[in-house]
């Protein structure tokens, strides 16, 4: 079992993801962009959230850490590969999107709440 103090931490942990995932979807949405699915779940993988804008889909990962650099850092290769995973399943689910094409963002959000988004952060292999 996990003690009160490791449950507190994970509540914690889920809080600003949720904080952090409402930051990236006011950016996007201000900048024209239809939300459609977050926190999408697959047998392979979530996708913290799926846009798209003029018939370009982007499947975006929102890493919240202290700094932009520290956030920056946390999409390891196995990451990327579920990511890619998980997004497989959701076109497969939704097909019609993405006629513009597809790529994968990545939003970082720091503790003070700055948000960078970084556009075709990386390619499927």
């Not at 931490?9 to 993801?17: H, I, L, N, Q, V």
């Not at 019609?96 to 990386?122: P, Y």
Request: glycine share 8%; proline share 3%.
């Amino acid at each position: 079992m996990h003690s009160e103090a490791t449950r507190a931490r994970r509540r914690a942990a889920e809080t600003r993801g949720h904080r952090a995932e409402d930051a990236a979807v006011a950016g996007l949405t201000r900048d024209g962009w239809a939300v459609l699915a977050r926190r999408y779940r697959t047998p392979l993988g979530e996708l913290d959230l799926v846009v798209e804008r003029e018939g370009l889909l982007a499947f975006v990962e929102v890493k919240a850490r202290p700094t932009l650099a520290d956030a920056a850092h946390a999409l390891g290769p196995r990451q990327r590969a579920r990511l890619v995973a998980a997004a497989e399943v959701w076109l497969a689910e939704h097909p019609g999107h993405g006629a513009a094409g597809i790529r994968f963002d990545v939003v970082l959000v720091d503790a003070a709440g700055a948000v960078r988004r970084i556009a075709d952060a990386f390619r499927q292999e």
